[in-house]
């Protein structure tokens, strides 16, 4: 049976370093502020909207939420976003994504200024990730990874990781983290030929696919940790992820439930990112 890497724990340990963090900034007269902000009323974008406020009032953090109509043109949002730009209580930014297909998104997310980028959407971020340089901050989701494995004493230095999925979103940034911390990293997506053979070969298997049980037994092997980034809903309501877990979990060595793995991680990291922006004003 395999060790259930779960995520509770670890965005426990992080939001009680961060309340201290929170409390110590607020000492000093800086409160750390985040904007939500929301365009239409997406289910995914709710639910997330509710935890990761629900999880910057347990650590201190004043969450303010944007909520803008599903028909808002381009000016009006591309408006609200400077406004955020100027406002010196907001320290950061999470725009929910993906943005109305009427809306230009790439142009949404080049308007926000990397400093207050907390999920990793801007030019400025995706340059820090990539040549670790730039302001802004790594995608939440794929730092959760990276967190997640270090909290459970996973030793990533040296190891061989393949990461199924090529996204901007988890694919290409949890890649370019998890070099930064000396990994070997392979990088597969629907392209790829003998995908089975090469999952196999991996100390640490990501799979952030977006695709319902697509990675079952063939793909895995004994002594490997599995980190299963995708969530779906099946037609009885549960949910699922990109791993078939009842097939999974009894061969590998350890592995993420869904739900429960790391998406519960990645509130803990957007307020993170926050804690982090509200200090450097003190430093500016």
Do not use: W
């Amino acid at each position: 049976m395999a060790a259930l890497l779960k995520g509770a724990e670890v965005a426990r340990v992080l939001t009680e370093s961060l309340q201290a963090e929170a409390a110590a900034l607020k000492a000093r007269g800086v409160t750390p502020g985040l904007a939500i902000l929301r365009v239409g009323t997406r289910g995914e974008d709710l639910s997330y909207e509710r935890a990761a406020t629900n999880r910057c009032e347990k650590i201190g953090i004043a969450a303010r939420r944007i909520i803008l109509p599903e028909d808002i043109t381009q000016e009006r949002l591309l408006a609200e976003i400077e406004a955020l730009n100027a406002d010196r209580a907001i320290h950061g930014v999470l725009m929910l994504r993906p943005l109305p297909r009427h809306l230009d998104d790439a142009r949404a997310c080049a308007s926000l200024l990397p400093a207050k980028d907390m999920d990793g959407v801007t030019g400025g971020s995706m340059t820090a990730v990539y040549a670790g340089t730039g302001n802004g901050y790594p995608p939440c989701t794929a730092e959760a990874c990276v967190a997640l494995l270090k909290h459970y004493g996973i030793a990533i230095r040296g190891k061989r990781v393949v990461v199924i999925g090529r996204s901007l979103v988890i694919g290409r940034p949890v890649s370019m983290l998890l070099l930064a911390e000396h990994a070997t990293v392979t990088i597969c997506h629907s392209a790829t030929r003998n995908l089975p053979e090469i999952c196999r070969e991996a100390d640490i298997l990501i799979v952030a696919t977006g695709q319902a049980g697509l990675i079952g037994t063939q793909s895995v092997r004994p002594g490997q940790v599995v980190l299963d980034v995708g969530i779906h809903a099946n037609p009885d309501g549960t949910l699922c992820g990109d791993v078939r877990f009842d097939e999974v979990e009894p061969v590998v060595e350890a592995i993420t439930p869904v739900p429960g793995g790391v998406g519960t991680v990645t509130t803990a990291i957007l307020a993170r990112h926050v804690i982090a922006a509200a200090k450097k004003t003190l430093e500016a």
